[in-house]
């Protein structure tokens, strides 16, 4: 019989094999890892010409001054108010509720004035609503 005192040793934890498992995982997920660059993807876009798309028969512009002020189909509206505005747009639709209105805002007009138009439109019942723009080619040349 064996009656000497045995050592208690303390258990050791060794990191090793869990940092060559983290590591196997680690290039695995770069291995398996697919990156999508969209720049790779080469489109040709159509060409347009903005003029000979403006064929609107049907269009209704209203223009918006930077101080506020509207035009309806180059006619100064004497209020700047929404229910004269949305009389405005009605008596001006000639195509009912297909009239396309065109806003042609200021750059440095309010943002409330445009919401103003989209509103009065809105209540004549005129929802083809769309925004003009200049080109870059354009705006540079003023």
Known sequence: MNFRPRRHEEPEINLIP????LLVVLIFL???TTYSKF??????LPVADAEAQRDYPKELIVLVSADG????NRNPLAGR???SLAIALTENAKAGKDTVVIISADASAKHQAVVTVMEAARRAGLNQITFATQSSAQAGGK
Not at 18 to 21: A, C, L, N
Not at 39 to 44: A, F, I, R, S
């Open 18 to 21: 869990f940092i060559d498992v």
């Open 30 to 32: 770069m291995l398996s």
């Open 81 to 83: 108010s929404l229910e």
């Open 69 to 72: 002020a509207y035009t309806v």
């Open 39 to 44: 720049t790779e993807l080469q489109l040709k």
